[in-house]
Structures are given as structure tokens and as C-alpha cells.
């Protein structure tokens, strides 16, 4: 069965500062990987996506993500956080995008001025 | 170009009542997915509808059942309602046959007293 641990529950940093969310995943085969960002009362945001390929993939707002097989890890970056980007951040994995998505439990992040 | 709709936002209920969620998706858009997300937790995914047929079904029991019209609308029924089904319901749609990702709406939150 897939599964995905995002093991940090709250993150907070400040305007300016690099950030990093863990995401970990389990799946038996080569897996589709995503990362949604939700704010207060809204839907769900696709960043960014792996399916294959360059393991380091570009989204939007400035955040990136790596592949790494070898760790089972999915992990975002973005250099310089904005205020704005305060949200909650799922990592998601599935079998395809024609596939039920498998969601963390999420990552909230909080942004200092 | 309207992106997925959902209708109502939010809904109160009592338990043992019965609630429909209603879902447009996204113009062009054939496949319908329906996620529950709890307070607090990640979306959990319910089931997947194309061609007006359940494709997949997630770990949810009978009492959640669903439609899809020949416009590709959705609905979403839960029967004998829990305290337990309070939780934002996430509807999603995509194109079947691509390898596009699927886009979310903005939720109907369901209160159950």
C-alpha cells in the first residue's frame, strides 16, 4: 500500500529565509509524485510534480522539489519565503495521474516578518 | 475558463440525516474524484467517476455513494450521517485519457451535530 510521512507538523521561518519540507514516501513501484499548497479556506494548489526524469522539478512560486529513490524522499525547497506562502503543504503520491492520490497529513508553515 | 465548482460551501446537519454534495468540474474535464478531509489531517480519497461508473473506490464505507451525469457533474451522498463524516469534501477533476493532473475545487465543509 502507498503511503506518505511528512514528518514535520508545524515549521516556522522567516520572511527571507530559505525553507525546506520533508516528505517521505512507500511505494512498491516507480511513483507520481506531488505537492499541493492549501490556504485558510481554500482548495488544494498543485506546486509542482514528478512523474520521470531530471530528479530536480520546478513549480510555481518560485519552489522546487528532489527526487531522491534512494531515500524514498520528495522533499520542496524555495530560496526566499514570502509572507504569502504561509499554508498548509501536502506531499501527495499515486500510481498515475489517472490514479487516487495518496495524501501526508501536512506541514504548516508560519512566516515571520 | 470556470475551474471546478462545489456546491453548497458549507452545510449543517444532524446525524442520521442524509447530505448531497454537488461538483462541477472543470470545462473539458471528464473524470470526477471525490477526497474527505478532516480537520487536521491530509484529503482521503473516496472514489473516481468516468463514463458515469465508479472507476475506484477508497477505503469508505456503503453509506458513501455517488453519481455522475452525462454533463460530468457530480454527487456525492453519505447516508446515516456520523459526527465522524464532519470534514471538508474535496472534489477534483481531470481529462481521463491524459497524463494531466487532476484540479481541486474549493470544498464543502459539513458540520454533523
Known amino acids: 500500500a502507498q503511503s506518505v510521512t511528512q514528518p514535520d507538523i508545524h515549521i516556522t521561518v522567516s520572511e527571507g529565509a530559505s525553507l525546506e519540507l520533508r516528505c517521505n514516501y512507500s511505494y512498491g513501484a516507480t511513483p507520481y509524485l506531488f505537492w499541493y499548497v492549501q490556504s485558510p479556506g481554500q482548495g488544494l494548489q498543485l506546486l509542482l510534480k514528478?512523474?520521470?526524469?531530471?530528479?530536480l522539478v520546478q513549480g510555481i512560486k518560485g519552489f522546487e522539489a528532489e527526487f531522491k529513490r534512494s531515500q524514498s524522499s520528495f522533499n520542496l525547497r524555495k530560496p526566499s519565503v514570502h509572507w504569502s506562502d504561509a499554508a498548509e503543504y501536502f506531499c501527495?503520491?499515486?500510481?498515475?495521474?489517472?490514479?487516487?492520490?495518496?495524501f501526508g497529513t501536512g506541514t504548516r508553515l508560519q512566516v515571520t516578518l | 475558463d470556470a475551474g471546478v465548482t462545489q456546491s453548497p460551501t458549507h452545510l449543517i446537519k444532524t446525524r442520521g440525516q442524509q447530505v448531497t454534495l454537488r461538483c462541477s468540474p472543470k470545462?473539458?474535464?471528464?473524470?470526477v474524484s471525490w477526497y474527505q478531509q478532516a480537520l487536521g489531517q491530509g484529503p482521503q480519497f473516496i472514489f473516481q467517476y468516468y463514463e458515469e461508473e465508479e472507476r475506484q473506490r477508497g477505503n469508505f464505507p456503503d453509506r458513501f455513494s455517488g453519481h455522475q451525469f452525462p454533463n460530468y457533474s457530480s454527487e456525492l451522498n453519505v447516508n446515516a450521517l456520523l459526527l465522524g463524516d464532519s470534514a471538508l469534501y474535496l472534489c477534483?477533476?481531470?481529462?481521463?485519457?491524459?497524463?494531466?493532473?487532476?484540479?481541486f475545487g474549493p470544498g464543502t465543509r459539513l458540520l454533523v451535530l
Open positions: 514528478y512523474f520521470s526524469g531530471d530528479t
Open positions: 470545462s473539458g474535464h471528464d473524470t
Open positions: 477534483a477533476s481531470r481529462i481521463w485519457a491524459t497524463q494531466e493532473t487532476q484540479y
Open positions: 501527495a503520491v499515486g500510481a498515475g495521474t489517472a490514479s487516487k492520490l495518496t
